[in-house]
């Protein structure tokens, strides 16, 4: 009864998950909508209204069943309690469910109980192996089930590396670094989500943007670009007006941005937008006398449909992170849990659209080497940066990875020293849950400097 044995059911539990995602995936019936089917034999079982994730039946006819699970983005009927296991017994005429008793050593305030499984001993103890997320880790809990006193004993709990859920690194706590070069900007308390500096030293910021589970400060109004100029001694921000016909300023909701310059010197800024939780990129035309942005184009396309960060290589052409695969909020909630690492890099121009890297989990922020040759992937819950060459023919094949021991999102690249300069999340469940009294907090930036297209040299250093 080791950890290799428990490994195997939780693999196997997961696999199942998996493999019907991934059948889902291929006939992709997720727009389906469903009829009401009247079922002769169907009839509502009283105590488990608020829904139960998993069930595993005993030969003897008793079912266990859990009940509960939260995850951020997901529907909870029961935000407030904790998930519980419910004990049915199907040989009975109406069968009802009974609450099981968790002995004591267990933290049952936290109990978040997913997917179970049961294994029966030579001497018929009856054991229940339950995948728990207490605080959005993983693990999975042990009991022996005590069929008379209709009670589970704890007998332990199994961690590890290997069951995944480090990857929120939820229970890192961050400590404040006196930071003596910073000070705040007045006019992006809101937060910013992205920033891209000009040659010249001017500096666009994208701010306001209103993600799915992620806390907004302003979540009634629109989102804009700020203008900085940091030659100047104390520097400011202003806000750029966005002039253009057939551009609707009011569902802006600009995340990441980038920027072209033409022949021409003409500057064209790019911007991610999700207005009505849909994905666009605004192309606009940069009028620095005016301060403002002329509004050009609205680029949507089908490959396009979970828009993050994106990276110009022309006026209309680009390399763009989709963070999720599934557009569905229910159904990019699972792909997150679980790890299917099925977001992708696109790269897009007006006539030809194409997948050019795949299998990430999380794809967030995407830049390039000053000499244009590398493109770099930031890959947020596998913590990793990735570094791929870039062909004529703008494919990109992969040349290394680099470990980061943190959620990272965003990539700036020093134009001079090739540095790169990362917005990281240290816990990512912060971002995620905001907790005033516990804010995510100021996040030291990292700094990765890549010496030649074989050697990394890593070094954290808060900014
Ligand atoms: C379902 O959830 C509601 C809201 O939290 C709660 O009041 C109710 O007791 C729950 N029902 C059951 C059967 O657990
Ligand atoms: C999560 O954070 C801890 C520090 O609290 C660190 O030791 C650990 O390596 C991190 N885990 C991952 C998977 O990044
Ligand atoms: C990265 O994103 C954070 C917020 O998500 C923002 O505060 C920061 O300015 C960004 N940094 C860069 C280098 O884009
Ligand atoms: C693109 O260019 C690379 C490098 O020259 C080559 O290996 C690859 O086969 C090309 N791909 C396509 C689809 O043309």
Redesign the pocket.
């Known amino acids: 009864m080791g950890k290799l044995m428990a490994l195997i059911l939780l693999g196997a539990g997961l696999a199942l998950v998996g493999e019907r995602f991934l059948t889902l995936r291929e006939r992709m019936n997720a727009y389906r909508e469903v009829e009401s089917v009247e079922s002769q034999n169907c009839h509502l079982i009283e105590g488990i209204e608020n829904g139960s994730e998993d069930i595993d039946i005993l030969p003897s006819g008793l079912a266990f069943i859990s009940n509960g699970l939260k995850y951020p983005g997901m529907p909870d009927l029961a935000p407030d309690e904790p998930g519980r296991i419910f004990l049915m017994d199907l040989n009975e005429q109406n069968p009802r469910v009974q609450e099981l008793n968790i002995g004591d050593g267990f933290d049952k305030a936290s109990f978040n109980p997913h997917g179970m499984s049961t294994f029966i001993d030579k001497d018929q103890t009856v054991y229940l192996y339950v995948v728990n997320h207490p605080h959005m880790d993983s693990t999975v809990e042990i009991f022996k089930f005590e069929e008379q006193q209709r009670s589970l004993v704890y007998l332990k709990t199994i961690k590890h590396e290997l069951l995944k859920r480090a990857r929120m690194n939820a229970s890192r706590e961050v400590k404040s670094v006196e930071l003596p070069n910073c000070k705040l900007i007045k006019g992006i308390e809101t937060g910013a989500e992205d920033l891209e500096i000009l040659p010249n030293g001017l500096a666009f910021i994208s701010s306001g943007l209103r993600y799915p589970g992620v806390k907004s400060f302003e979540p009634d109004k629109p989102g804009k670009i700020l203008l900085m100029d940091l030659n100047k001694e104390d520097p400011t921000v202003l806000e750029l007006k966005m002039t253009g016909s057939n551009f609707d300023a009011s569902s802006f909701n600009p995340h990441g941005i980038s920027t072209f310059t033409d022949e021409d010197n003409t500057v064209y800024l790019l911007v991610v937008s999700h207005p009505d939780v849909k994905s666009t990129v605004e192309l606009f035309k940069f009028q620095e006398e005016e301060k403002s942005l002329l509004h050009l184009k609205t680029i949507k396309h089908e490959l396009l449909p979970n828009l993050n960060d994106l990276v110009a290589v022309g006026r209309e052409h680009f390399y763009a992170t989709n963070d999720h695969y599934f557009v569905d909020q229910y159904m990019r909630s699972w792909e997150l849990y679980l790890g299917l690492a099925w977001s992708n890099v696109v790269y897009y121009s007006p006539d030809d659209v194409r997948v050019v890297a795949s299998g990430f989990d999380f794809a967030n922020g995407i830049s390039m080497s000053p000499d244009r040759k590398y493109v770099y992937i930031a890959e947020l819950l596998a913590h990793k940066i990735h570094v791929y060459e870039k062909?004529?023919?703008w494919?990109l094949t992969p040349l290394k990875s680099l470990d980061c021991d943190t959620l990272v999102d965003n990539i700036s690249v020093d134009p001079v020293t090739g540095d790169l300069w990362v917005g990281c999340h240290p816990n990512g469940m912060k971002i995620f849950s905001y907790d005033p009294e516990n804010p995510p907090g100021s996040e030291p930036s990292e700094e990765h400097q890549l010496k030649d297209e074989r050697e990394f040299r890593v070094n954290i250093s808060p900014t």
């Open positions: 062909h004529a023919n494919t």
